[in-house]
């Protein structure tokens, strides 16, 4: 995996700060306020598919891994994200 850096003002810095949950990085941060309704982010460790975002136009999570097929449900090694409950730019309120 590759990382690099970018440059923020002050005031965004402090505003991806303020949206911050216990325990977030910024890229968690970040994908969170890219995500919308209807597209989800696929990772899987049974055959190493590494993300890529994905429509789906009914707005309901994957049930199966794009590469390989294996069943969201069936493992612990798949990870589709944001999951149900998690916020996304839509729903962020600022008073949360």
């Not at 810095?13 to 306020?33: C, F, M, P, Q, T």
């Not at 190493?48 to 994957?62: I, L, Q, S």
Request: with cysteine.
């Amino acid at each position: 995996m590759e990382y690099t850096s970018i440059r923020v003002t002050e005031s965004l810095a402090d505003e991806l700060h303020e949206r911050k949950n216990r325990g977030d990085s910024y890229e968690d941060v970040i994908w969170r306020l890219i995500d919308v309704p209807g597209e989800y982010r696929v990772d899987c460790g049974e055959c190493g598919f590494d993300g890529g975002t994905y429509d789906y136009m009914e707005g309901d999570a994957p049930a199966y891994c794009p590469r390989c097929g294996t069943a969201v449900e069936e493992s612990d090694k798949i990870t589709v994200a944001p999951g149900p409950d998690e916020p996304t730019a839509l729903s962020w309120r600022h008073d949360q």
